[in-house]
């Protein structure tokens, strides 16, 4: 009690010395290679790394949006379907004999399996303390093979692709029309050629095709509405010869536009020659 008698304590802003004793990092000279600290060294490093990455793929999907494509068709046998380009190494592994018919298990299981089970398994198999890549051979020997592997499979199997071909597939090779429903030929679409050919011509899958980007004039849509074309039946239109022109002005006109033609001019031509 007579200790600080006559003193008067206002405030102590010194933090106990424990805590920060105990943040000292630890002498990890005992692990030889380069070595640091985890936190904050270490994490400051990754996050940095991590950031480059991402902001540097935001911008790649910015500059090259991801190619989609467009609806499956089942009618469609010509379409083969390819995997993403992050995949393209594993389908290009089929295609070797070894990996391919009644050796598929091979390349569907066994060598993805084996690697990417080494990767998981890579903390329990090389345990080793050593940190620098040089001196340690296997891990980075089997890492640099899948890495060299996974890059010239995908590779060969991008370089056999007609990306040309494949464009036609692309959602944007597909027309964006604005159904003009105040035409007149629309309603004579709407009660005969809907049903099979969708609300805005865009076709349906395993039903019809679209009718968005046809070679057909006039003259030819009519006769298709009336006499049929491959696998649609004759007949589909019943209506006066005066709604047969209307509708097949109206599909054209929609053609003219998805060609990028008549925006203006055309349409106005359009509607005059509906309205007769
Ligand atoms: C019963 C379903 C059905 C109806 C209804 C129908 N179609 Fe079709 N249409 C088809 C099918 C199926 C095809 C594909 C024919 C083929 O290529 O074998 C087709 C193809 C077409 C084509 C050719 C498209 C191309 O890319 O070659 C035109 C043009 C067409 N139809 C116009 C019409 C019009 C106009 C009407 C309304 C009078 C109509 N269709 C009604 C099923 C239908």
């Given at each position: 009690m007579q200790r600080g008698k006559g003193m008067k304590f206002v405030g102590d802003s010194?933090?106990?010395?424990?805590e920060s004793r105990n943040k000292i990092p630890k002498d990890y000279s005992e692990y030889p290679g380069r070595t640091e600290a985890f936190w904050p060294n270490f994490l400051l490093k990754e996050w940095l790394v991590g950031a480059v990455f991402l902001i540097g793929f935001l911008c790649l999907v910015a500059a090259a949006p991801s190619p989609l494509e467009q609806q499956a068709d089942p009618n469609n046998s010509s379409y083969i379907p390819l995997p993403d380009w992050y995949f393209l190494f594993l389908y290009e592994l089929l295609k070797y004999e070894f990996a391919a018919a009644e050796y598929v298990v091979i390349g569907t299981v066994i060598i993805p399996g084996l690697g990417f089970g080494a990767l998981l398994l890579a903390p329990f198999l090389d345990t080793g303390t050593e940190r620098r890549p040089s001196k340690r051979p296997i891990t980075t020997g089997l890492m640099l093979l899948g890495i060299i592997a996974t890059v010239w499979l995908?590779?060969?199997?991008?370089?056999?692709?007609?990306?040309?071909?494949?464009?036609?597939?692309?959602?944007?090779?597909?027309?964006?029309?604005?159904?003009?429903?105040?035409?007149?030929?629309?309603?004579?679409?709407?009660?005969?050629?809907?049903?099979?050919?969708?609300?805005?011509?865009?076709?349906?899958?395993?039903?019809?095709?679209?009718?968005?980007?046809?070679?057909?004039?006039?003259?030819?849509?009519k006769d298709i509405a009336k006499n049929g074309i491959g696998e649609m039946p004759a007949n589909q239109f019943s209506g006066t010869e005066e709604e047969l022109n209307q509708l097949a002005e109206f599909i054209v006109s929609t053609n003219k536009q998805a060609s990028g033609e008549g925006e203006g001019e055309g349409e106005s031509e359009g509607s005059e020659e509906g309205s007769h």
């Open positions: 010194r933090v106990p010395d424990k995908t590779y060969k199997s991008a370089a056999h692709v007609d990306w040309e071909e494949r464009a036609k597939y692309s959602v944007e090779a597909v027309p964006d029309v604005e159904i003009d429903e105040e035409h007149p030929g629309y309603e004579v679409y709407a009660n005969n050629c809907l049903s099979c050919h969708g609300d805005s011509l865009q076709g349906n899958p395993g039903m019809a095709p679209t009718l968005v980007g046809i070679p057909y004039n006039a003259e030819q849509i």
